[in-house]
């Protein structure tokens, strides 16, 4: 067996604040040109939602992958694929409302301007 040793491509990163009197979660899974962002206030995984830059439209592609349809997820994948460039996957299990959707959102801002090589490699 050789000295080498293989870095994990795979990274996580978890966070939580507490939005509007609920503790909401927060975890990254930073992968090889993309990234997955959880939300959420149970162990439950939710909806998967994906969104990917297009060189054709301000707005990126996007599309619910799994479990009902989440306009809330996918619009928050939307904003930050158009944000990083990049391939970017939501899921979530919170009670968006309009008050808490804005405040979730400026938190994963907060976090992404502050640590961004904990989403994607800025390159």
Known sequence: MSGNVIEPRLKYHLFSDKI???VVNFQVLKLKD???V???TSNKLGNVTVAMPTKFSSV???SVLLGP???HCLNIAQRLAKKTRK???VSGN???NQLM???IEKRIGQELMNSPEKFYDPS
Do not use: K
């Open 87 to 89: 391939q970017v996957f």
């Open 38 to 40: 959880w939300i959420g």
């Open 34 to 36: 993309s990234f997955y």
């Open 60 to 62: 990126p592609s996007g």
């Open 94 to 96: 919170v009670d968006y």
């Open 69 to 71: 349809t989440d306009s």
């Open 101 to 103: 959707l804005p405040l």
């Open 20 to 22: 509007m009197d609920t």
